[in-house]
């Protein structure tokens, strides 16, 4: 028996399936470009269900990781409060009157007081009229923090030395395209040379001055670190339970890793309104960071009035994570800050969830250390605190090469996939070639797994002993070369340290695989149709043999030319939220790519998981790609302007609720024929017509009672057969449909 077959149950939950998971990640492909309207809510439902800490138990998680002697141990107070009492003797309890010898500093040298500082945190807390008016001192202010502390050392233990020289600044957002920040400037620093921090803040205040023209360098979110976000001041107080209470949820479209949209999406990305609210700082690095400031209280503000989802300061924050979490194939997590008037919150994203601090008053003297000894810690982040996985950095200077398993492979410049969101598996997909084996076309898919979870290279490994001897399945499930868990990256770590709960904990996980031709929704008339009965015969091979898929969508239906006759064949590919018969809800998270899940697991009890997934849900799923992609593919057929073609491209693109989604499939399957397939796809089309018939014959409560048999255990083989005589009939009535030999059997 293999090893996956006796891995044991005990960890799994109750429910007979898994519940719908909620926010931004679980959206399929997206065929449109999403403006921040439409993803407003998602990003939302993501941001309010964050777990709130106290300040000081998240820096000194955040201290330990510049530790150099050893692993920080489950509660290091004593580590901070050094740090603490340092930085109070430098930069707070200096004499106000202190000055600095001319004759100290030469012209490439600045040595900022704590008098100094002090000014310009007195100055801040004065500039409560506008918005704009607090980024001068704020980031002054940051940036002679940033200066002092520099030098300051810890006596406990052996810490990281600074890396790399932080620069607070005001972004631009035609430095760092996105749709909502005000006028600003990118002022990139030669590292050879000392900064002059006045002369900076100088330049920055005079760019603003004299023009609202941003400068045109331009930099990607692969060049950020860090980002806050800015609020003049809280709103109205309500205090609600731990005070977090969002009246009107805010968001904003999570930018896409640059270079990896389409030039429609980009064009339609310029084209779009850009919203007024103003943010500050995004940076770049390793020239600089953005910084922004902190505040003290036992609860949120929030206001009583429903204003526009875009003023939702923590949705904005949340907006920078997601693109902070694409830029790269393996960004464990992101960090950002939330400064609303004289409240502060630092931010932690990691593919879990949101970790936010309880906010402090930042208008209080009392509470600057706190804030100071956060840009301290972050001063000296290495890339891999800063959230990017080292194997995964990309080299500017040649080509990247990774290891996995050994085995070394050199990664393509074109990203296939990548997942977007805070919550999920942030699945990314590479082009790669083995070193040495050139022959082999290869990619890499690095993802975020739930550590409850069986690998995806057992399950292909017992996909593949399953159906050993069954020609529905061998040849049409992926090949795998290498893979590895990086145990070390287990989102359960911090919250561990913070005492929270982990269920649903992920860590990042990579498999190369055997590189398919292309996705199904890719061809048409003959090849599409052999390709969807490929898959569906695969799955039911599987299925039969105890091995359920449990994510059937467009993007996992996959196609691959033989090397002989360069035959056109099915892969059902994507096993990684696959299991076993004898698994019971392994996943926290949904099973299912949402536009594709049978009607029956759309239902209120379906979302929360108690229906049980079985063969119809999979069956129906099928159904469903085939139904949208003849209406929507070929894209240059598509009838854009058909009210069904566009309610379907809703569906497709998350932007219908899933209450919506199934009432609009019921009433999809209860009238096919005014489905509008494409010139291209009409073929197949008329006879997946007919499998249309069969899901509107068998209403969500009552399939067992409809399919004509006699024990449940039957009804995967009755579904597989009335679908196999649809196929038959078909293909005697358009013979060049036809293909001897493809039929899978019973």
Not at 383 to 404: K, R
Not at 555 to 580: A, C, E, I, R
Not at 643 to 655: D, F, P, S, W, Y
Request: with cysteine.
């Amino acid at each position: 028996m293999s090893d996956i077959a006796q891995a044991t149950n005990a960890d799994q939950n109750k429910s007979k399936t898994t519940p719908q998971a909620q926010g931004v990640a679980p959206y399929g492909p997206l065929i449109e470009n999403l403006n921040r309207d439409e993803v407003a809510q998602l990003i939302a439902e993501d941001v309010n269900i964050r777990k709130e800490v106290d300040i000081k138990s998240l820096l000194t998680y955040l201290l330990g990781r510049i530790r150099l002697d050893k692993e920080f141990p489950p509660d290091d107070s004593e580590l901070l409060e050094e740090l603490l009492n340092k930085i109070e003797a430098k930069c707070i309890n200096r004499s106000k009157a202190e000055t600095h010898s001319k004759t100290e500093t030469t012209k490439s040298e600045w040595n900022p007081s704590s008098s100094e500082l002090i000014g310009l945190h007195t100055k801040f807390t004065a500039s409560k009229k506008t918005e704009a008016e607090s980024y001068g001192p704020w980031i002054r202010m940051t940036n002679v923090a940033l200066a002092m502390l520099k030098t300051v050392e810890l006596d406990l233990v052996e810490i990281k030395s600074i890396s790399h020289d932080i620069i607070s600044i005001r972004n631009d957002p035609k430095t760092l395209e996105y749709n909502h920040n005000a006028t600003s400037v990118y002022l990139p620093q030669d590292e050879a040379t000392p900064a002059d921090w006045n002369k900076i803040a100088a330049k920055i205040e005079l760019e603003e001055e004299k023009s609202k023209k941003p400068r045109a360098a331009k930099r990607g979110w692969e060049d950020v670190y860090y980002c806050c976000e800015h609020k003049r001041a809280a709103p109205t107080i309500r205090r609600v339970g731990l005070g977090i209470s969002y009246l009107s949820q805010s968001s904003g479209s999570a930018k896409r890793p640059l270079g990896q949209e389409s030039p429609d999406i980009q064009k339609s990305r310029k084209a779009a309104k850009k919203s007024s609210t103003s943010s500050p700082g995004q940076s770049s690095t390793p020239l600089s960071s953005s910084m922004t400031m902190a505040s003290d209280a036992t609860s949120l503000s929030v206001s009583d009035n429903t204003t526009s989802e875009f003023d939702d300061t923590f949705n904005q924050a949340a907006e920078y994570a997601i693109a902070r979490l694409g830029a790269f194939q393996a960004v464990t997590h992101a960090i950002g800050s939330v400064r609303e008037g004289n409240l502060f919150t630092i931010q932690w994203y990691d593919l879990q969830g949101v970790v936010s601090t309880y906010p402090i008053d930042i208008y209080d003297i009392a509470n600057l250390p706190l804030y100071l000894a956060f840009l301290f810690i972050v001063q000296r982040f290495d890339t891999a605190d800063w959230g990017m996985h080292p194997d995964f950095l990309s080299n500017p200077n040649g080509d990247t090469v990774i290891t996995v398993d050994g085995k070394k492979f050199e990664l393509g410049k074109k990203v296939l996939h990548k997942q977007w969101g805070i919550k999920g598996r942030s699945t990314s997909v590479i082009d790669c070639v083995e070193v040495g084996k050139p022959a082999t076309r290869c990619v890499i898919k690095v993802a975020f797994p739930e550590e409850t979870r069986h690998l995806e290279h057992n399950l292909i490994d017992e996909a593949k002993r399953r159906g050993a001897g069954d020609p529905r399945v061998e040849g049409h499930i992926p090949e795998y070369v290498a893979y590895r868990e990086y145990k070390e990256t287990s989102t359960s770590k911090i919250r561990r340290f913070l005492k929270l709960p982990s269920t649903g904990s992920r860590r990042l996980y990579s498999i190369v695989l055997i590189k398919f031709d292309g996705m199904i929704r890719e061809l048409e008339g003959n090849q599409y149709w052999h390709v969807w009965w490929d898959c569906f015969d695969c799955h039911f091979a599987l299925w039969k043999a105890g091995f359920r898929h449990r994510d059937i969508s467009d993007s996992n239906l996959m196609y691959k030319k033989t090397t002989d006759s360069g035959k056109v064949v099915g892969v059902l590919s994507d096993f990684d939220l696959s299991s076993l018969e004898t698994d019971e809800g392994r996943n926290t998270g949904r099973t299912g790519t949402f536009p594709f899940m049978a009607r029956d697991l759309l239902t209120p009890e379906g979302l929360e998981g108690k229906i049980r997934h079985e063969y119809k849900h999979d069956a129906e799923a099928f159904f469903w790609v085939v139904y949208m992609n003849t209406a929507l593919y070929p894209a240059k057929e598509r009838h854009s302007d058909n009210a069904h073609v566009k309610q379907l491209i809703e569906c497709m693109t998350g932007r219908v609720p899933a209450i919506n989604l199934l009432q609009f499939k019921r009433s999809y399957i209860a009238y096919p024929s005014d489905h509008i397939a494409t010139p291209s796809q009409r073929v197949c089309w008329t006879g997946f017509r007919r499998v249309a018939k069969i899901w509107k014959d068998l209403d969500p409560d009552e399939y067992s009672e409809e399919i004509p048999t006699t024990s449940a255990a039957d009804i995967p083989r009755e579904l597989y057969r009335l679908h196999a005589e649809v196929r038959q009939s078909h293909e005697a009535n358009y013979p060049e449909l036809g293909d001897a030999g493809r039929h899978g059997s019973l």
